[in-house]
């Protein structure tokens, strides 16, 4: 994962980042990746306030990643068939639309 893409990850209108993973199942490689990514100091520093955690299970259960954000909303990704860039992209494309949505109602 190239260092560019890890510094535009920015949590400020994440609430809560839930991970959860079977570490004996073959399809986890781009979940923990995309848990590496948010959970990295740097992105943490974003927004100190945002929860991540994660859960490890060992009941051959999918990978799963739940994002909460502020406003309510819910964006859960099921890893198995993702890359963990494509679930960057779209973690990163809603982040990006919240931000903009929030600057919007903060003019008015």
């Given at each position: 994962m190239a260092a560019s893409s890890k510094?535009?990850?920015v949590?400020?209108?994440v609430k809560k980042i839930a991970v959860q993973f079977c570490p004996f199942e073959s399809n986890v490689r781009a979940t923990?990746?995309?848990l590496a990514m948010v959970g990295s100091e740097k992105v943490?520093?974003?927004n100190i306030n945002c929860e991540v955690t994660s859960v490890a299970k060992h009941d051959k259960s999918e990978p799963v990643v739940d994002i909460t954000y502020v406003d309510g909303e819910r964006l859960v990704m099921k890893g198995a068939k993702l890359t963990s860039q494509e679930m960057l992209s779209a973690f990163q494309s809603r982040?990006?639309?919240k931000d903009s949505q929030a600057?919007?109602?903060g003019k008015k």
């Open positions: 510094s535009r990850v949590l400020k209108s923990r990746e995309f943490r520093a974003t982040c990006i639309a600057k919007v109602s």
